[in-house]
């Protein structure tokens, strides 16, 4: 199974702040990476596939970069809806598989 | 718009099946543009991949769940359900549904969700 490791586990900003999340996968993945919001509550809301095209309707201030086996999603000026776990998601092989999530907090 | 809507019962006995459908609205299970997906996360814990059907029937599923699982297509009723066998007190967990875009027909990655079903595994 391919794990993927993302860091931080958690991380407190200011509104307006840029926040990067890692994600690293134990092999490569090429750019079948995708990154989700989740808020509790709620279902997972896709933000990024394929490792950097923003999905139509998600704010542009959401990034995505990387291929092969790192990975990182940047938000470049930190909202206050955008509390929640961050996770990236491969859709390379089977077992799909999870990033462990980067809590966000202001 | 796409709608997924998981239904079943949220409490199972230890040692018996869970069960849950998803009924689709908006799309058709028919269509060789997803995979049918079913997830699940346990309290404090991440989301596992429990595994997916295509329109065709065919089914990938994760080796961690050991044979108890069963996802299945009903195309009549626009669904897709899943069956999990021998469930204990590990199995408690949200149970989401979600549509997988096959790379190169749709979005990648799961870009509708079910709202997702709490289910409790206790006598």
């Known amino acids: 199974d391919i794990q993927l490791t993302q860091s931080p586990s958690s991380l407190s900003a200011s509104v307006g702040d840029r926040v990067t999340i890692t994600c690293r996968a134990s092999?490569?993945?090429?750019?079948?990476l995708n990154w989700y919001q989740h808020t509790p509550g709620q279902a997972p809301k896709l933000l990024i596939y394929?490792?950097?095209t923003v999905k139509l309707g998600v704010p542009s201030r959401f990034s995505g970069t990387g291929s092969g086996t790192r990975f990182t999603l940047t938000i470049s000026s930190l909202q206050p809806e955008d509390v929640g776990t961050y996770f990236c998601?491969?859709?390379?092989?089977?077992?799909?598989?999870f990033g462990q999530g980067t809590r966000v907090e202001i | 718009q796409v709608l997924l809507e998981a239904s079943g019962p949220r409490l199972v006995k230890p040692s018996e099946t869970l069960s849950l459908s998803c009924t689709v609205s908006?799309?058709?299970?028919?269509?060789?543009?997803?995979?049918w997906t079913w997830l699940r996360q346990a309290p404090g814990k991440g989301l596992e991949w429990i595994g997916f059907v295509f329109h065709t029937g065919t089914t990938n599923l994760n080796p961690s769940l050991e044979g108890r699982v069963t996802i299945s297509i009903d195309r009549s009723n626009n669904q897709f359900s899943l069956k999990l066998n021998s469930v204990t007190a590990a199995d408690t967990a949200t149970y989401y549904c979600a549509r997988e875009g096959r790379r190169g027909y749709d979005i990648s990655g799961y870009n509708v969700w079910g709202q997702g079903s709490q289910v409790i595994v206790s006598s």
């Open positions: 092999q490569t993945v090429s750019d079948y």
């Open positions: 394929t490792a950097s």
């Open positions: 998601h491969q859709s390379y092989s089977v077992p799909r598989t």
């Open positions: 908006g799309d058709s299970v028919s269509s060789s543009s997803f995979y």
